[in-house]
């Protein structure tokens, strides 16, 4: 695997092991303005990585040091996201940089294998658990959407990169009927369900509300494990995928 030096001077010292992966796209009109923006000091932004559309990879920070590409969010409890993660960003337009059609712009298969190899060899020197290799929308649902729900985690979790569960059959999940949650429904089960997504790792208040900040969860887990059903709506299908992660995420704990 061949890497490029392209250096950023954007980087201080972690303050925790690494022990997390968090992938993004670059969501800018090419790659090439996007290392310039991560080069530019005045930015403030980087990566430790950059994959190219051809599967080129370009290191703008050494692993050893905290590059500043996760900004405010919350995984599991943690929440100075730098310190612990090494952070891959993926050239590709996403939300912000549409086709002509409005369809998102898709990841090369050269660009895919590039990622599948560089996140393996990341996952495996740094020893990272599967429930440790998340998308910058799993971080700050509220203000991310990347790497989007175009972009293939099955693809990585059949090379054992990240959790891709099975859903199971035939569950009644919440012991729940019907449409599932939504929005501005409120009670025990919408507990339930802002303590299952906390299980996951994500960062939420338990209120019994299906406000906002759920929904927004709700809609992250679905661009991770559901992206068929982009409804921040905690449908039946969504609840059974969302055990069928979680039993994953306690396998990986033991």
């Known amino acids: 695997m061949k890497i490029e030096q392209t250096p950023s001077p954007n980087f201080n010292a972690r303050k925790a092991g690494i022990d997390m992966l968090i992938l ?12 310039e ?17 051809d599967g080129r990879i370009s290191q703008l920070v050494d692993e050893a040091c905290r590059a500043w590409h996760a900004g405010v969010g919350n995984w599991q409890g943690d929440t100075d ?4 993660s090494v952070g891959i960003e993926i050239v590709n337009g996403g939300h912000n940089v549409p086709l002509a059609d409005g369809s998102l712009p898709p ?10 190899n560089l996140c393996k060899d990341i996952v495996a020197r740094h020893d990272i658990p599967p429930a440790r290799v998340i998308g910058h929308s799993d971080i700050a649902p509220l203000r991310k959407e990347d790497p989007g729900e175009h972009f293939p985690w099955d693809a990585l979790g059949s090379h054992g ?30 507990s339930r369900l802002q303590e299952l997504l906390g299980r996951i790792g994500y960062g939420l208040d338990e209120s019994g509300k299906y406000g906002p900040q759920t929904e927004a969860a709700v809609l992250a887990f679905q661009r991770h494990w559901l992206p068929e059903r982009l409804t921040g709506q905690a449908d ?10 979680i039993a994953d995420v306690e396998r990986t704990y033991g």
């Open 24 to 35: 993004h796209y670059t969501g800018m009109e090419s790659g090439q303005a996007a290392l």
């Open 37 to 53: 923006r991560m080069q530019d000091a005045a930015a403030e932004v980087s990566a430790h990585y950059m994959v190219w559309e």
């Open 81 to 84: 996201l730098n310190s612990c």
């Open 107 to 116: 990841y090369p298969d050269a660009q895919i294998e590039a990622v599948i």
């Open 161 to 190: 990169i990240g959790l891709w569960p099975d859903a199971p059959e035939g569950e009644r999940p919440l012991d729940l009927i019907g449409r599932g949650l939504g929005r501005d429904d409120e009670g025990g089960p919408v």
């Open 236 to 245: 039946l299908e969504t609840l059974r995928r969302m055990m069928a992660v």
